[in-house]
T-cell receptor, first 116, second 116 residues
């Protein structure tokens, strides 16, 4: 089965705190992509990252970092020194191109609220 | 503008009516996707096009839903005999060639459909 689970429905932090958003996935194959998208109040989803299933190296981009662990089927996202502008809903997603489809399977999202 | 444009941004209709939602992708993007997002949920895949053809329509919930992309650019999602359960935000996204490229989908702001 293909599934993405984001168990944290909502997280609230105070500015400058670090926060980690969890993502656990289930997939049918060894070849897949994992994604994170941000959805601010405007509603437009914004791409953050794509990770290939064969690349388990952690990724860092500014205050954002991602930890991909195939052993636990997790792809967690950490924001360091959070800011108010980070407040949004964050979605983790999975695609399985080997099945000749380009669809993304999204989790239910984690709403992050960063308070000043 | 340079982004994905969706019209109308809001549509209120009565149960049983026919609705069309339009998506104008980024120029030159061959891949186009439709997703549906209900309140508090992640986007749910409906259909995706490569050029003019529907490469995967496995997410269309039933035969009341249909989408076209006759010239490989603008796409229209058509819903017949609308039901209250069709109420959601319908998101369109486009990509240069699909997730096999950079993986980035560019989303529009969505069309919010309310069926009374």
């Amino acid at each position: 089965a293909q599934k993405v689970t984001q168990a944290q429905t909502e997280i609230s932090v105070v500015e400058k705190e670090d926060v980690t958003l969890d993502c656990v996935y289930e997939t049918r194959d060894t070849t897949y992509y994992l994604f994170w998208y941000k959805q601010p109040p405007s509603g437009e989803l914004v791409f953050l990252i794509r990770r290939n299933s064969f690349d388990e190296q952690n990724e860092i981009s500014g205050r954002y970092s991602w930890n991909f662990q195939k052993s636990t089927s997790s792809f967690n996202f950490t924001i360091t020194a959070s800011q108010v502008v980070d407040s949004a809903v964050y979605f983790c997603a999975l695609s399985e191109p080997v099945y000749n489809t380009d669809k993304l399977i999204f989790g239910t999202g984690t709403r992050l609220q960063v308070f000043p | 503008g340079a982004g994905v444009s969706q019209t109308p941004s809001n549509k209120v209709t009565e149960k049983g009516k026919y609705v069309e939602l339009r998506c104008d992708p980024i120029s030159g993007h061959t891949a186009l996707y439709w997703y549906r997002q209900s309140l508090g949920q992640g986007p749910e895949f409906l259909i995706y096009f490569q050029g003019t053809g529907a490469a995967d329509d496995s997410g269309l919930p039933n035969d009341r839903f249909f989408a076209v992309r006759p010239e490989g650019s603008v796409s229209t999602l058509k819903i017949q005999r609308t039901e209250r359960g069709d109420s959601a935000v319908y998101l369109c996204a486009s990509s240069l060639i699909g997730t096999e490229d950079t993986g980035e989908l560019f989303f529009g702001e969505g069309s919010r459909l309310t069926v009374l």
